[in-house]
Nanobody, 117 residues
Framework: QVQLVESGGGLVQAGGSLRLSCAAS????????MGWYRQVSGRRRELVAD???????KYADYVKGRFIISRDNAKNTVALQMNSLTPEDTAVYYC???????????WGQGTQVTVSS
């Protein structure tokens, strides 16, 4: 079992920045992928960015150049630095953990990010 706890969401004006953090605990495999997804009410959850334990990253096109994902394998944490935020970035952001050694994906409880115009 893996538990994910997110922090760092909130309200920010357009053009501002926020930093999301997620701490994983439990049975963490060294080889894994952690990431961030977001979901707007009534729409499907979508990938924002993810990062493997080896440091390879993947970003959604709409956040490239604005968001940066980072990971600390020793502390089992992942962070998402979000810059140049727009109202379209408003969503609930979820931390995720996946591993080929796990039969399922794990999700955090979600943290609300609201960007005002």
């Amino acid at each position: 079992q893996v538990q994910l706890v997110e922090s760092g969401g909130g309200l920010v004006q357009a053009g501002g920045s926020l930093r999301l953090s997620c701490a994983a605990s439990g049975s963490i495999f060294k080889i894994s992928t952690m990431g961030w997804y977001r979901q707007v009410s009534g729409r499907r959850r979508e990938l924002v960015a993810d990062i493997t334990s080896g440091g390879s990253t993947k970003y959604a096109d709409y956040v490239k150049g604005r968001f940066i994902i980072s990971r600390d394998n020793a502390k089992n944490t992942v962070a998402l630095q979000m810059n140049s935020l727009t109202p379209e970035d408003t969503a609930v952001y979820y931390c995720s953990y996946t591993s080929d050694y796990e039969p399922r994906d794990y999700w955090g409880q979600g943290t609300q990010v609201t960007v005002s115009s």
